[in-house]
């Protein structure tokens, strides 16, 4: 049977109960229980930027902090509200994926399996339980390949504005987001029916919109010196260089086992006759995957490009023939069930590394050190952060209350000050401060340093304990599974000058700079 875009006047499909069902699961799912291990290193982080509401930080761009504001206004200081918005989004991204699978003439069973393939892929299952801007990043990229498919079956001018807003918006949740925007844009250029679009005053009105959106955001980068340069230098420097390109392209199937079987298919299409409408998401695919292997990006940034093909894909072998497409999803699907538990804490923790260690799936266990370890990384990132509030609590104990009045409470990184942050005010302990990252403009000015406790991954810095008189190590991180394990607070005492000065001239360093 011939596959073919639906004709331009053809009454859509309605949406399926099966899909809105799909959807409704996926939320309540990822909801209740992505928090049972507790908090991840850098949802910390993104919860202390509600109290820090800015046009930018060194790490995302703003968007997800005020999602962070609402979710601590609405539930209070609950693991449970900080789940919610990659939860909603992940439910939402679902529900846009069956409807993409819906404007290209997919019917309910097509919606259907796009929806469960979104809803089961290993990726989506660990982004949608995490408060990242990775929720953001694949829900934007999602509406616009839904918008990009009602634009090239309509060719009405406005849509391309709405894509313009939605470009904007998906800018400041995540830069990444350019990936995409010029991936689409090389793929218009080479898609001789739509390439005219690119010349008229709709387009450039698309793109006059998007810049308006993002401009608050470009100014406050020109005015902090551009960190974000200075954070993809670091991350080059760290966490990049481990990347392989081998691996990178390897790791796209399993990232996405569920709906592999749909993308690989939806990419097909694009590339057939009857899926000329559709070339434009194909080729913005290779763009995506070339310009990430230039620039060694991990293997989840690829992530946010693959439910509008599941959806293409979908439609794709719905048509082709009755049995195929439920085929293709049971055997994707099939494939996932074993990863779930390494995604999702349906184990105990204990449970979970032994489960592990009996798959045969080496990245799930390789973090981005590069080596293997006995959990994957984000559940060793989300154990240890409450050991450090009753440790700094018992530091400030032993100091008499002129001590304390002028003690710094200092965490190594933004995961140790934010988890002290977090689990510090039911303990009645002042707010913690770090130098890493964003955190660097938060920090005030003392006016007179007496005591520093110091939240560490290893030894104290050597110019503390010059700058001290004593140092005492109060206690250590001793959970087994977490990646902090072994994390000291130290207590330094008896400064042996006036520290102010110096304590300035580090602060004035790391907000110049990035640490």
């Known amino acids: 049977m011939p596959v073919s875009a639906p004709p331009l006047n053809a009454r859509p499909v309605r949406l399926g109960a099966g899909l809105l069902a799909v959807a ?3 939320f309540l799912v990822q909801l209740l229980l992505s928090g049972r291990y507790g908090l991840h290193r850098d949802e910390y982080l993104y919860l202390d930027m509600a109290h820090h509401l800015a046009w930018g930080y060194k790490e995302i761009p703003p968007l997800l902090a005020p999602l962070s ?3 601590q206004a609405a539930f209070g200081h609950s693991v449970l509200g900080v789940k919610f918005f990659p939860a909603l989004f992940g439910g939402l991204t679902v529900l846009l994926t069956g409807l993409i699978a819906r404007e290209a003439g997919g019917g309910r069973g097509a919606q ?8 089961l892929a290993p990726v989506y299952l660990a982004m949608h339980g995490l408060f990242q801007p990775n929720f953001l990043d694949v829900f934007f990229w999602t509406l616009y390949g839904w918008l990009v498919i009602r634009f090239v079956h309509t060719h009405e001018p406005r849509r391309l504005l709405w894509l313009g807003v939605a470009i904007g918006l998906g800018l ?5 987001t350019a990936f995409y925007v010029l991936a689409l844009v090389l793929a218009l250029l080479l898609t001789p029916q739509e390439r005219p679009w690119l010349l008229t005053r709709w387009f450039w009105g698309a793109v006059g919109l998007a810049a308006l959106i993002v401009l608050p955001n470009l100014v406050w980068q020109a005015t902090h010196h551009w960190p974000v340069l200075g954070h993809m230098h670091k991350l080059q420097e760290t966490q990049l260089t481990n990347v392989s390109p081998i691996s990178f392209l390897v790791e796209q199937l399993p990232m996405t086992l569920a709906g592999a079987p749909l993308w690989l298919a939806g990419l097909w299409f694009g590339f057939t006759r009857a899926g000329r409408p559709y ?3 194909a080729l913005a695919y290779f763009f995506v ?3 990430l ?7 989840y940034y690829a992530a946010a490009v693959y439910p509008p093909l599941m959806a293409l894909g979908a439609v794709f072998l719905a048509r082709k023939s009755r049995p195929v497409l439920p085929g293709a999803l049971v055997l994707g699907i099939g494939l996932t069930l074993p990863l779930v538990p390494a995604l999702l804490p349906v184990l105990s923790v204990e449970q979970l590394a032994r489960y592990v260690r009996q798959l045969p799936v080496a990245a799930l266990t390789r973090w981005e050190d590069g080596r293997q370890h006995q959990l994957p990384q984000d559940a060793a990132d989300m154990h240890g952060w409450d050991e450090y509030a009753p440790l700094v609590q018992r530091a400030l104990a032993q100091l008499p209350p ?3 009045a002028h003690c710094i409470v200092y965490g190594d990184n933004y995961g140790q000050a934010g988890a002290l942050n977090w689990f510090g005010p039911a303990l009645g302990l002042p707010r913690a401060y770090t130098l890493n990252g964003s955190n660097a403009y938060w920090m005030p000015a003392p006016d007179s340093v007496t005591a520093f406790i110091y939240a560490n991954e290893g030894d104290g810095p050597e110019d503390l304990r010059q700058a001290f008189g004593t140092v005492e190590v109060v206690g250590r991180v001793q959970s087994p599974y977490a990646r902090v394990r072994g994390s000291e607070v130290l207590l330094f005492r008896h400064p042996r000058a006036d520290l102010r000065p110096f304590v300035l001239k580090r602060i004035k360093e790391a907000r110049e700079g990035f640490e």
């Open 69 to 71: 504001w609402l979710a």
């Open 289 to 291: 995957i070339g310009l």
């Open 172 to 176: 400041l949740a995540k830069y990444t």
């Open 279 to 281: 070339r434009p998401l």
């Open 24 to 26: 409704a699961a996926k």
């Open 293 to 299: 292997l230039l620039s060694r990006g991990k293997n």
């Open 112 to 119: 259907l399996a796009a929806g469960l393939a979104v809803a």
């Open 402 to 404: 002129a001590e304390r």
